[in-house]
């Protein structure tokens, strides 16, 4: 079974993606939509919050979890990786969506100027910044952070003209820096996708966060047997949030572009 965690509801982006490229696994999305949005949160109470949905995950029959979170991948996940699972859970991982989109970019040589919107706590943190230089440090990285996107794309607020007015502004530093390739650096983000291609234009490329994610999992099962997921023929997903069940059915509805009868509400 694999897990997948949000601080509320933008994984779902990822969860939609990982049901178009591997669509016969078994899933469990965890949406902490009551301590939403974890952007504007200290790296402590990101890491904390964090270990306690990893702890959910593990105890629910998970045998790998995916951080759909950036905010929470920036803040927690190596921490998580280098301290919690080897104490608590040897022999389990734990991924987040940062290292994917990396590898996408420094694929082309060709890319040298490379620009970033997320969530404060993402952007603050330069996890981004800092994981580029590794790969390529001649690399020109100018970041931006967008923190009222996620509150208005939660609101229902994504075809608004104030919306995009708002994008408009958060972009226009990065379309002025002529950036090559734009990394949506919150999983909230494909919701906006075709304004922020549209504002951007065919000069920069908008990476498809979602499936380049999904095609990253889909290498990782292949390389990684011990975890023994395989496909299964009568697929289950489950559904928990730390919020009102109803809200997350009709949200998760505009993400997923399908109907989800079962939500469970859960205490982290």
């Known amino acids: 079974m694999i897990g997948v965690f949000d601080s509320g509801l933008g994984g779902l982006t ?10 016969d696994y078994n899933y469990i999305y965890l949406g902490d939509s009551a301590r939403a949005p974890y952007g504007g949160r200290s790296q402590d109470t990101i890491y904390r919050y964090t270990k306690e949905a990893v702890d959910f995950l593990f105890a629910q029959g998970c045998e790998l979890i995916i951080i759909g979170c950036n905010s929470a991948s920036a803040q927690a996940l190596k921490k998580i990786q280098q301290e919690y699972l080897p104490k608590k859970y040897p022999g389990k991982n734990v991924l987040g969506v940062i290292r994917p989109l990396i590898e996408e970019i420094t694929k082309d040589e060709n890319i040298k100027r490379v620009g970033v919107i997320g969530t404060r706590a993402t ?24 923190p009222l996107l996620v509150p208005l794309i939660e609101e229902s607020w994504s075809k608004q003209p104030e919306t995009k007015k708002i994008l408009k502004k958060y972009l226009r530093p990065l379309k002025t820096k002529q950036v090559q390739v734009l990394i949506p650096a919150c999983t909230h983000y494909p919701i906006l996708f075709k304004e922020i291609k ?5 000069r920069c490329l908008v990476l498809n966060s979602g499936e380049i994610i999904a095609q990253s999992l889909k290498d990782y099962l292949a390389r990684h047997l011990e975890y023994k997921i395989s496909p299964v023929k009568n697929v289950n997903v489950n559904f928990f949030t730390t919020d009102d069940t109803e809200r997350f059915r009709a949200m998760a509805k505009k993400f997923l572009d399908v109907d989800v009868e079962k939500i469970e509400k859960v205490c982290l």
């Open 198 to 202: 549209k504002i951007m234009t065919k």
């Open 123 to 146: 952007i603050e943190s330069d996890a981004y910044k800092i994981e580029l230089k590794k790969l390529n440090p001649d690399l020109e990285i100018f970041q931006t952070s967008a």
């Open 14 to 23: 990822v969860l939609k993606s990982f049901l178009r490229v591997l669509p």
